[in-house]
């Protein structure tokens, strides 16, 4: 298994795998044809606090946010159920919507999967 990360606004391809959205948001003008999803795991995503505060914060907190991103990952479910998923297939893609293709939640969330067990691509 190896779980990878791509921006939802990027083409799909036959090489994604299967591929997850990670926002906890729809992205904008992107209809779910387009996006080629096999599953939504908005519960995923960092809580609706931590999202407005980091959207709000200074890029130079992204440690600040990603250390209370993975403590709300080590308590949810949807996270482990990820694991679960990437576990029964060669390829997962997480996508996001976020312009910052290095600091983002997805980016995150993919090194804590990797943590966790998962082969991840960097």
Known sequence: MAIAIKRVYDDPAASDGVRVLVDRLWPRG???ER???????????????LRTEWHHAD?????????RYRSELDG????????????GHARVTL??????????????LRDWLGEHGAAVER
């Open 30 to 32: 992107i209809s779910k």
């Open 95 to 108: 996508l996001y919507g976020a312009r910052d293709a290095i600091r983002n939640h997805a980016a995150v």
């Open 59 to 67: 890029a130079d907190r992204f440690d600040e946010f990603a250390a």
């Open 76 to 87: 949810n479910p949807a996270a482990r159920a990820l694991l679960d998923l990437a576990g």
């Open 35 to 49: 996006a080629e999803l096999d599953e939504w795991a908005k519960d995923a995503a960092p809580s609706p606090e």
